[in-house]
């Protein structure tokens, strides 16, 4: 297609090859899911702070009105600032389908931060509501492409051992930017009455994304794609880069990219997958990628994130402490990412969403009780032990959601899907969350005003229907390469890998003598550059390509 990349060029600094380059680019791709974590907690600070109410809502009101919830704000008014965001993340996550697809994850990444940048500006000017709104829309498409794109490109480029660890680097920094804005919006909030207190955190959102967009710039593109797209050497230098030391000829990189290549060669005889193929062809997949998405919202995380300080305020603090108590709830969810980093890929993905969902239910259910007695006492000093036990509980949730329901859907999505599905499987599995997470960002204020602590209890049971969901359809991914996960879901992805494993040692062979400055003589003057062929038509591509090997093979054993 006339967008299709026809170069690519790598521009990361050769001392960065190896390690450091993995885990660079597995870092610093993740500052978009930390942006929108930090998105997060800006609108949640932003909500109990008079000079905002009152810029956007026209409400003139007191701290000790809002600590009592009454701020004469329309619950569905307040519902729709939170949740606009995320219709236009969801339309973004199929955009972004096609954007991963055919510009490659790199460019997707830094479409995403421009995105983000500009809607970062618009909320730090922003005048009135509706110029908030539309900030906050634009912000969701960043938020769309960046949360679909930055999973699959941490699982391209994640050893398969360690693909857990890769997308739990992703969602800790997801929480890291959550927490950076709770404790952002503590700081500027004693920059009050200045609008300042709740402007400034956007200030910083945008700083943010220019580092990524200016990271994006050195960021490799995944082997996986590179192989998909006719960059076959690329491909091939790309994979020793990231995990060989730059080292062509490591037997561990030639397999790897063996099973790469046998994986895109069965998949061009298909074809890129349909819409229709992926619920039809890939179905239990599709099942998984939805429902993980849809319990990691209807579990409960973004009721209490969106509004944890009201939530806070709501038990019985003043509003200085629930900014503060937000910022420590904040850092324990950080830290419950840290037992997934480590151990989601020794014991499994199931392992992990079972105990999550029955620890979120057990913790929701401690939150809701003791909401359920602190409305029963008057406000004021009489709430504190309450309040004191429903952060307690609050941090609880958090540090359970942070360890297992965090991280394993985003997991999952990114993982379960054949590379010719792979990106519109993983919109699929993203449109999802971001549907469930409108949903939830919509209905919260209003059932929180109608049913109070009864809302927890709703989560509670959606907890104890995951657990059910999961057991019963789930399979074990962990200790599986990308490629192999055919056997795990019982369809076929690649044909056998001999054919492919010859051409990953005659490639090998000629990225050698080239590094070593010996000639390659070829039966004609043809070059790695793709064409702009389409994946069925790769085969003609994949012959002239075999012709350069060969005869530099041939020459090889000749000397």
Known sequence: MFFRPKTYSARYPQWMVGRPLLYMSSALASLGDAMFGY???????????????????????????????????????????????????????????????????????????????????????????????????????????????????????????????????????????????????????????SEISWRGPYIVQAAIALVLIFWTFFLPETPRWLAQNGFQKEALITLADLHGAGNVSDPKILATYAEIVAAVEFEAHMGQASWRQLFTQYTRRCVVGITCQMFAQLN????????????????????????????????????????????????????????GSLALAASLSIVGGLQYYADSLPLGSARVSAADAIFFGVCLYLFFFGATWGPGPWLLGAEIFPLRARAKGMSLSTGTNWLFNFIIAFITPPLF???????????????????????????????????????????????????????????????????????????????????????????????????????????????
């Open 39 to 193: 998105g997060q907690g800006s609108i949640a600070a932003a909500q109990v702070q008079p000079s905002f109410i009152h810029r956007m809502f026209g409400k003139e009101v007191t701290m000790a009105q809002i600590q009592a919830g009454q701020t004469g704000v329309d619950p569905f008014i307040q519902a729709i600032t939170v949740a606009c965001l995320n219709i236009t993340a969801l339309l973004a996550s199929f955009i972004a389908a096609y954007l991963c697809d055919l510009l490659g994850r790199r460019m997707s990444v830094r479409i995403g931060g421009v995105m983000y940048f500009i809607a970062a500006l618009i909320q730090v000017f922003a005048p009135n509501l509706g110029t908030l709104i539309a900030g906050r829309c634009i912000q969701g498409l960043g938020v769309g492409i960046l949360s679909m794109t930055v999973p699959i490109l941490q699982c391209e480029i994640a050893p398969a051992h360690a693909r857990g660890l890769f997308v739990s680097i992703e969602y800790i920094c997801l929480n890291i930017g959550y927490a950076v804005s709770a404790w952002v919006g503590y700081g500027f909030f004693f920059a009050m009455p």
């Open 300 to 355: 409960g995380i973004n009721a209490i994130l969106y509004f944890l300080p009201s939530n806070l305020t709501r038990a019985g603090f003043t509003i200085s402490r629930s900014l503060l108590y937000s910022g420590a709830c904040a850092l324990v969810y950080c830290s419950g990412t840290i037992p997934a980093m480590f151990l989601i890929d020794k014991f499994g993905r199931r392992a992990f969403l079972l105990f």
């Open 449 to 559: 005003n109608a049913i109070n602590a009864g809302y927890y209890f709703v989560l509670v049971g959606f907890c104890i229907i995951s657990v059910i969901v999961v057991w019963f359809i789930y399979p074990e991914t962990a200790h599986h390469t990308l490629e192999d996960l055919g056997e795990v879901f019982g369809d076929k992805v690649m044909d056998d890998e001999g054919h492919a494993r010859e051409q990953a040692e005659r490639s090998a062979n000629a990225i050698q003598r080239e590094r070593s400055g010996l000639p390659v003589i070829t039966d004609s003057e043809v070059t790695l550059q793709p064409s702009t062929f389409t994946i069925p038509a790769a085969k003609d591509e994949a012959s002239t390509v075999m012709k350069e090997r060969s005869s530099v093979v041939t020459i090889a054993s000749d000397a």
